[in-house]
């Protein structure tokens, strides 16, 4: 009795298996690498979709910088619409991937070595996405330059008390670094494709992956370089998860608009990033796992243990919410307090209880193991909480707006067909990126992937 007690609770203790299935070093690289080898139907069809939403981006851009501005649906007093809307949405879900493979790194957390690649690739595609909106919305793009710190012949020198101006140098910065991090995590696998496109025969394939693997030959030298760049790295953005997304939430928070003007802004912003950025990782890994068949290197203990983090980040974002009502309630502020009772009941109830229902509401099915490890439910949940985190970036630009400090100054807004077309235009873009990544890269690190395994194990 005591023995098979024992065996239980060694059973518990026993880490899970990060690759299952019978691999060997070699099987691996064959399995990971082989959707860089053809291109199949279904790829077409999608990378067709891509570029069609891509031309129409491009065309409603076109329109915007001849026509100006009036073609999107801002008013007054709603003077920030769509743009600012889809430009905090974008950039929230670059979070997962500095989070999943830096933080996670750091602390050792080895089942990231499955995701982290998909994770990195979607930061940068969802960062480009948002740093399209700074620039356009100013409404003058041609004088985005003023943006810069440049010193000019005009003495005009950019505001740097401008949340805006913040704005940028964030997203450079956290575009670097990630971009960097990316690339020098990549190099050991170039260098995979790089030798098997040599066997191939694949001159052009041969050449291009040579020059972006720099000579890379699996020597103990670059190893050791690379892992120590690796590290260096992963500390340097480490705090860029926490920094970015508050300058984000500085947009609002530094204000005095009643529903703006809140110093939980910098928390609550973050961790909402983190969870719209897992829930989106989650949505197409789940869709490149069925696809490419690599349910054995993306097991069903990676969607647990994401799923965990989506329950974890939404239990926090549920938290804020209920803070913001408290603090309005206890400041004793009448304009804060109608600014959170209208977003509750007021014209624009629908958009918050949307908000409320998929950000709070749904995750907590994940209390639940078997919800935990249904595919199909992780899959609702994932889009529910994209959808909902979405309409929390509304909820906070267009209540806080809708109702000023004067009854006279009250309006509506609505989206035109423009605001709609562009915001479906840069899923063009980020989907455009992102397939052409699954062609041409191995969307799991290959390297990292084989570090994991028992094989690796010296002992």
């Known amino acids: ?100 493979s830096a933080v996670l ?55 740097f008390r401008s949340p805006l101006l913040w704005d940028l140098f964030a997203f450079s910065t956290y575009f670097l ?14 260098a995979v494709l790089r030798d098997k496109a040599a066997r191939a025969g694949k001159k052009i394939a041969t050449y291009l992956y040579g020059i972006f693997s720099v000579g890379w030959r699996g020597a103990n030298r670059h190893w050791k370089n690379y892992e120590r760049a690796y590290l260096i790295l992963a500390g340097i953005s480490t705090p860029l998860v926490l920094s970015v997304h508050s300058i984000v939430s500085f947009d609002f928070a530094v204000s005095q608009i009643p529903g703006w ?55 926090m974002v549920g938290y804020a919410y209920a803070m913001e009502f408290f603090i309005a309630w206890y400041s004793g502020n009448e304009y804060e307090r109608f600014a959170f009772v209208n977003r509750a009941f007021g014209p624009y109830s629908w958009a918050y209880w949307t908000m409320f229902s998929c950000n709070v509401f749904v995750p907590q099915i994940f209390w639940f193991k078997k919800m935990r490890r249904s595919i199909v439910v992780a899959f609702i949940v994932s889009i529910l909480v994209n959808i909902g985190m979405w309409f929390e970036r509304f909820v906070i630009v267009v209540t806080s707006l809708h109702r000023d400090f004067l009854p006279a100054s009250w309006g509506y807004y609505s989206p035109t067909w423009v605001d709609i077309c562009m915001y ?7 989907f455009t990126l992102f397939l052409i990544f699954l062609r041409f890269l191995p969307m799991i690190a290959i390297s990292e992937v084989k570090g994991v395994m028992p094989e690796a194990n010296p002992h």
Request: glycine share 8%; with cysteine.
């Open 424 to 430: 479906i235009g840069t899923f063009g873009l980020f």
């Open 177 to 190: 670094t990630s971009f960097l991090f990316w690339y020098v995590g990549l190099i050991p696998d170039l």
């Open 261 to 315: 003007h809140t110093t939980i802004f910098p928390p609550y912003f973050v961790a909402g990033a983190i969870f719209s950025g897992f829930a989106l990782v989650l949505t197409l890994m789940i869709i490149a796992r069925q696809i490419y068949g690599f349910k054995d290197f993306v097991t069903m203990y990676h969607i647990d243990t994401m799923n965990k983090f989506l329950l974890a980040t939404g239990t």
């Open 1 to 100: 009795m005591q023995e098979t007690s024992a065996t239980a609770l060694n059973d518990k203790l026993k880490r899970a298996t990060l690759v299952e299935g019978d691999y060997s070093f070699d099987k691996v690289s064959e399995v990971i690498t082989r959707p860089t080898r053809s291109t199949p139907s279904w790829w077409l069809i999608a990378f067709t979709g891509a570029l069609s939403a891509l031309t129409l981006y491009g065309v409603t851009v076109a329109l915007l910088v001849y026509e100006g501005t009036g073609v999107w649906g801002v008013n007054n007093p709603i003077g920030w619409g769509y743009a600012i809307i889809n430009m905090v949405w974008w950039v929230g879900i670059g979070h997962a991937g500095t989070l999943i």
């Open 105 to 159: 790194f750091l602390c050792r957390q080895k089942w990231r070595t499955s995701i982290n690649r998909f994770a990195e690739a979607m930061t940068l595609f969802a960062v480009i996405c948002a740093l399209q909106f700074p620039a356009l919305h100013v409404g003058r793009p041609w004088l985005a330059y003023f943006m810069f710190p440049i010193p000019n012949q005009m003495d005009i020198w950019p505001n």
